[in-house]
Every structure is written in C-alpha cells, then in structure tokens.
C-alpha cells in the first residue's frame, strides 16, 4: 500500500506556514513539532525544496505525508506526520513569493545550512553586489534573495506582519538574518525597509535532533515494518529540543504544547549545542575520517576521537561558563546519544561545507581559550583534523570549494603554508597568532591517521 492521503486518510490543514529547506532536520524538527502541538488541524506547512526538487518529486507523490522513524536502542517506532500540505520546487520563485505573499502565511521557518545563507564571517552578503544586482533583475541569486524578493511582493500587495524564523546551527541567527534581509531589501527602496523593520519579526532559534541520512534499507524496514511503501521516510533519534526567541506577530502554532520552549535570552543555549553538539561533531567527522571511521558511533568507540572530544568539551565548557545550562548532563546525554548504535550518522554527511562549521562550531572556542591565555589545544586538535582532511585533496561539497582548491595549487604540496592558508580562511585573527598557528602545524602529525 502506498502511502498518501487516499490510503492513509487525513485532511489537509490550511497553509499558514512556509517553510525554506525542506529536508530530513525539517521533517523530523520543525514540521514534527507542528504535527504534535496541532489537535485542531490547523497549522499546514508549503515545503520548498534547497539545491534538489528530488524530495518535491516524492513528497508530492504521497500528499505530502511521509513516515518519521524514530530509532532509538531498543527499536523504531513509525509515525506518519502530516503537517506538509504541499511541496514545491525552490527554484520556482513565482511559486514561492505567492506563499510567502499569501497574508494567511503567519511565519516562514527556514533550513538551508549555514553555507545558504551566503555570508561571510562578519555576516556580510558574500558577493554582494551580484546578489542586489540579482534583485534588481528580478532574479535573485541566493535563498535570501528569493526570501527577499517574495517579502516585497507581500508587502505590496497587503502588508500583513510575519516572522522569519531561522533554524540553522549560525550563532545569533535571527539578529544575522535581520542584517542581512535589511542590506538585501534596501534595493527596492527606503519604504521597503521601514516596513522590514516595523512588521517583519526575526525570531532567534537553537535547534537539535540527529537525522541520518536515510538509506534504501530504511525504505525496506518501512515496507515490511509499517506495512504501506514510503518513498521519501526520515529517520531520527529519540531526542529532541527547540529553543525559541523571539515574536510572532501574526500568531503561531502552539509549539510548546511539544516540547518547545520560549526563552527571553537564547545564546546560552545556542552556543551550547553549536559548540558541545556541533562542535564535537565536526571533530568526529575530520578525526575519524581520518582514522578510518565513518559513523559518529564507531568514532567515539575509539579511545583518541573520545579523549579529542572530552579535551574540546573541557574547553568550550569554560567558555560557556553558566551553571544554568546543566552542562554536565548536557554532556553525559550526548555521549549516550553518540554512542546509539542503531544511528547511523555517517561522519562523510557531517563533514561537509566544512570551511563554514568550523568557523562556526570551534573557532569560538580557539578565541576564547587565547583570550584567556591558555594554548586552545582541544579546540585546536579539531582545527587540525580538518586541516589535514583537507590537505588530502578530497574536498566534499563546500560553499568555499574554489578557495579550497586555489590553496591547494599555490601552496605546492607545502603543508605547513597551506596549513596557515587554510587557518586565515577560517579566521585571519587565528591565522596571526604565532603560537596557535605552531601548535596547528604540530598537531597534524597526530591527526594525520
């Protein structure tokens, strides 16, 4: 039996949310979180689909319906969410600025990796003018531009308030959205961005759940366990957590009703899981890349990625510094999630775009342990490990691919000069403290293999 809404008969709630990024986090995050705070049916998400139309294709197969398998220790549990009313191709952008212009739309949640947003460390449009060139064509050029260009089409033709609500692991997100939509809406105008600023919320998130990317087996295990046929299923892990910052002025599902929670100060939280979680996830994928390994669970099962990770945790754990963050259990409860052996999170999936979550998830902390005047060894042993997966010449999707390459060529085969290349593409700040830069350049000998 296949599965859609014929077969598995469950009404369409009315479209009031979009969503930009559709993919296995969306699913098993912000679209879970709507199905479970929504008895009244009443919240239905348009999905719009990031670098491929595939996961369209298939969504739009099946109503929009798909199976969240929950995979946790002891077995899977099956779960068909609904919540998606309709998928489209985000390369459609008179589709996309339609819903987004719809004036029932109240919020617009956003997945479209750190790399998507097009910026640089500073949160400055990377390639700035061909961006508000883009915009002024009436073809943007990037996710943000379309976001931009679909705003302005709603604020022309009824002005209705809504709220942006980024949710990808960038610090600051919501506040680094705002900088970058005024810049981008400046092109149509004074007016345009007066009316950004005075009804367009930018809501701050920290989000976390692991989605493996799921596999054909996945497929069978839904066939022969759940008993319809599922083209497109997500699988998750037992845990989950969202936390939100920030103003709906135009309403919202009652996410809390789900576990969510509103807080009036997010960073804490925020840097938590991009340093504890993310942070150490990057370190696994580099480290035991390079050791071999290719799921988190087999990487921390070795004594040297473990010990890695416990050094950076120590570091950044430092940095955070605020008891009300419970890192200690925060702690104990990512090692057991690490360690779930039914979860596959393949290290080759984390380790892309890496030149972007590095900056993100470790250079923080490598900052902070300087500041402080100690050497940032943990920290450093992660900058290390992507150093050398780099320095292998074998560069996975990366938004500074080009980069990448041109280090490789003009350095030669020198790894210490293309160390320190690769240092000040993370951070020239990095990249001109001698004693960092020498440790760096001592600890790609450990991390070589």
């Known amino acids: 039996m296949k599965l859609n809404r014929e077969n598995h008969p469950v009404a369409k709630a009315p479209e009031r949310l979009v969503h930009m990024g559709i993919g296995a986090f969306f699913r098993a995050h912000q679209a879970w979180y709507t199905a479970k705070s929504d008895a009244e049916n009443a919240w239905g998400y348009v999905a719009f689909t990031g670098r491929s139309a595939q996961v369209a294709d298939e969504l739009r197969d099946q109503d929009g319906l798909y199976t969240l398998v929950t995979r946790g220790a002891e077995g899977d549990s099956f779960e068909v969410i609904p919540s998606v009313v309709r998928v489209e191709d985000g390369g459609e952008l008179g ?47 990037t996710a943000l531009g379309r976001l931009a260009w679909a705003l302005n089409e709603r604020r022309q033709r009824n002005g209705v308030p809504i709220a942006l609500v980024p949710c990808d692991n960038i610090p600051k997100n919501g506040t680094l959205l705002k900088s970058a939509m005024v810049e981008l809406m400046s092109v149509f105008g004074e007016s345009a961005v007066d009316w950004l600023n005075s009804k367009v ?130 702690r104990a409860a990512l090692l057991e999630r690490f360690r779930n052996p039914r979860i596959a999170h393949q290290l080759s999936q984390i380790a892309i775009d890496g030149s972007t979550k590095i900056r993100v998830r470790v ?21 290390a490990s992507w150093i050398n997966f780099a320095l292998t010449g074998e560069i996975l999707f990366d938004s500074r691919r080009s980069e990448l390459e ?10 210490s000069m293309a160390a320190i290349a690769l240092l000040k593409l993370l951070d020239p700040q990095l990249a001109a403290n001698r004693n960092f830069v020498a440790l760096i350049i001592k600890l790609l000998k450990t991390t070589a293999n």
Request: aromatic letters at 8%; charged letters at 25%.
């Open 95 to 141: 589709i996309f600025t339609d819903a987004v212009a719809n004036p029932e739309i109240v919020a617009v949640t956003i997945t479209i990796t750190e790399s998507g947003y097009a910026l640089d460390a500073d949160g400055e449009l990377l390639n700035a003018q061909s961006q508000l060139d883009g915009l002024r064509s009436g073809k943007p050029v």
């Open 201 to 330: 919320s930018f809501v701050s998130t920290s989000i976390d759940r692991i989605t493996p990317k799921t596999t054909t087996e996945d497929l069978r295990i839904v066939a022969d366990e759940a008993g319809w046929e599922d083209a497109s299923p997500v699988v998750t892990e037992p845990f989950r957590d969202w936390v939100i910052e920030g103003e709906f002025p135009n309403g919202r599902p009652n996410w809390e009703l789900a576990g969510a929670r509103f807080v009036s100060e997010i960073e804490p939280f925020e840097n938590r899981k991009l340093w504890l979680l993310n942070g150490s996830h990057s370190l696994l994928a580099y480290a035991g890349l390079n050791r071999g390994h290719k799921t988190v669970e087999e990487a921390i099962t070795d004594e040297l990625c473990l010990a890695a990770v416990e050094a950076f945790w120590d570091e950044a754990e430092r940095t955070l510094d605020n008891p009300e963050l419970g890192i200690t259990a925060y």
């Open 363 to 383: 250079v923080p902390t490598a900052k902070a342990e300087l500041a402080a005047g100690r050497p940032a060894t943990g920290a450093a042993l992660a900058i």
């Open 406 to 415: 041109k280090i490789h060529s003009d350095t030669n085969g020198d790894n």
